[in-house]
């Protein structure tokens, strides 16, 4: 059994930041991956940024140079910080680990709004 548990998400206005957790817990392997997607309401679930174990991360273009990945392979834990969010970034957040399988997490609501 695997549990991810998220935090950090809310309101914020136009131009706020928002810092994004999710640790992983239970009878996980070594996690090569971990990362976040979000989904509004009738679309897919869409990629917002992942990274590898050693650290390596992609990110979505939408998100590029306002929003930060990181992890603590110690804590199997990673983290989202948005900055500049904007309107559009509303949605819900979902963070996924990968040990060889993929489990998501629970998704916490962000919204940008004014």
């Known amino acids: 059994q695997v549990q991810l548990v998220e935090s950090g998400g809310g309101l914020v206005q136009p131009g706020g930041s928002l810092r994004l957790s999710c640790a992983a817990s239970?009878?996980?392997?070594?996690?090569?991956?971990m990362g976040w997607y979000r989904q509004t309401p009738g679309n897919q679930r869409e990629l917002v940024a992942t990274?590898?174990?050693?650290?390596?991360?992609n990110y979505a273009e939408s998100v590029k140079g306002r929003f930060t990945i990181s992890r603590d392979n110690a804590k199997n834990t990673v983290y989202l910080q948005m900055n500049s969010l904007k309107p559009e970034d509303t949605a819900v957040y979902y963070c996924?680990?990968?040990?060889?399988?993929?489990?998501w997490g629970q998704g916490t609501q962000v919204t940008v709004s004014s």
């Open positions: 996924y680990v990968n040990d060889g399988r993929r489990y």
């Open positions: 239970g009878s996980i392997s070594i996690i090569v991956a």
């Open positions: 990274i590898t174990r050693g650290g390596l991360t």
